[in-house]
């Protein structure tokens, strides 16, 4: 669990910052095309895996928060992170 959700937020930054130095989204400021908000995101579920021995419910706010953040931000290129986090966030719940 603790490890997909990592997983999820490492490559949540590598992804925004490809898309970023690529400039397959341009950092505007627009809906859709803040591409540090991705990698904020990306750190929010790192932050948000490591809580989730600790506080779970804390955690899952995190992780939900991550997920949520990082479509808003990079749109379709934050899919396979944001599905990695929702999985883990699915164990996380399931475990109560």
Known sequence: MKTL???GGVVGIVI???CQL??????SYTF??????GVISGIIAIIGAN???????YA????F???VTG???ISYFYILPSLLTVISLVLLIKSK
């Open 5 to 7: 959700a990592i997983v």
């Open 16 to 18: 925004s910052l490809f």
């Open 22 to 27: 690529f400039a397959i989204i341009d950092d």
């Open 32 to 37: 859709g095309n803040i591409g540090f908000l």
């Open 51 to 57: 809580l989730m021995k600790r506080n779970k419910k």
């Open 60 to 63: 899952s706010f995190l992780l």
């Open 65 to 67: 928060l991550s997920c």
């Open 71 to 73: 479509i808003i931000a």
